[in-house]
């Protein structure tokens, strides 16, 4: 059999294209921002994770014009030989006094970081348990370790315990878990994750993407949001978010961080990231921490942005604080007609459709900036109302409108 009969047999985008829905790589041709241009015209940014708004924010501009000025476009080599810059090893620094850990490491992007550090701190023998809803890139790195993976239901910590009980004690033990899932907006338990890792033996790592620069009173994450700096023994992030970058990053205790820089093949064998990432993300940081209200600012947008939804009669998940807020619309058909509806009204959203979401409760999925205002907000509030409450209740009435429009 050819080998590339499952491309030429794969014909679900060509169907979603032929209908006029495909939200997919529709191309900026501005800076990332509260407000962009596309296929030339402007739209309501509520579908990016630029949460602290420095994107577009001249300072950090201003630091990546100067790195490539001054160490040029790129490293040629990874961080293991050739690829390692002053700007890094600053970088690296930084992030770990920031962060209270001893020592940090960078990636080349966030989805290497887990890869990198998932596959070097666990391997045959040992067990990692996970949050069903994690992250692609913690499953994948769960797989490149050869360790037993065993996945929890989402938030489940009965279910976690049991886990846990029924454990090889004598087997090394990883919980590693969203601090706030980048679907849901979830925010995970730490509490009892902590307390559960205590009394098993287990170590303790989360992928904070989606909580530095969004939850704390400084903006340090998941962690500090829970009191629990000193009890989580590896935090990984990514700089494309709050930091405004590119790349990714491990905090730990400097020996599990030494480890890991001289057993990562993601890490070892591929280029470090240019010092123009590394400088932006370095000066992301340091706004953050000379202006902490930017973390109090988004998570005040996205509390008017609940209520504000709410008051449209739109279902939403109502229970989390942090800037990710997804809006029901169940059906896959559903979902992409509502996007595109909103797109060509000027809001630009996010379909979340199987697997990233289960069957039937297919999402839109929104997002807010430190940088966002009410006006703004109260606009895009205003035409998502109009749009989601306007469709068909049934998929098929929902065909027949856009073969009525072709």
Known sequence: MDLFKKCYDYIDVDQIKE?????????????????????GHRKIMIGSNNYLGLTSDERVISAGLKALNDFGSGVSGSRFLNGTTTLHITLEQELAAFLHKEACVTFSTGFQTNLGIISAIATIGDIIFGDRENHASIYDGAKLSYAQFVRYDHNDMGELEELLAKADPKKGKLIVTDGVFSMSGDICNLPEIVRLARKYDARVMIDDAHGFGVLGPNGRGTAEYFGLENEVDIIMGTFSKSLASLGGYMVADAKVVDYVRHKSRPFIFCAAITPANAACALEALRILIAEPERPKALLDIAAYMRKQLVSKGLKIIEHSIAPIIPIYTYSQLRTLVASKMLFDRGVYVNPVLPPAAPEGQCLIRTSYTATHTKALMDEAVTIIGEVLNSLP??????????????
């Open 19 to 39: 209908l006029g829905i495909y939200p997919y790589f529709h191309a900026l041709e501005t800076r990332q921002d509260i407000e962009v241009k596309m296929e």
């Open 393 to 406: 209740e049934s998929d098929d009435q929902l065909l027949g409108m856009l073969y009525e429009e072709k």
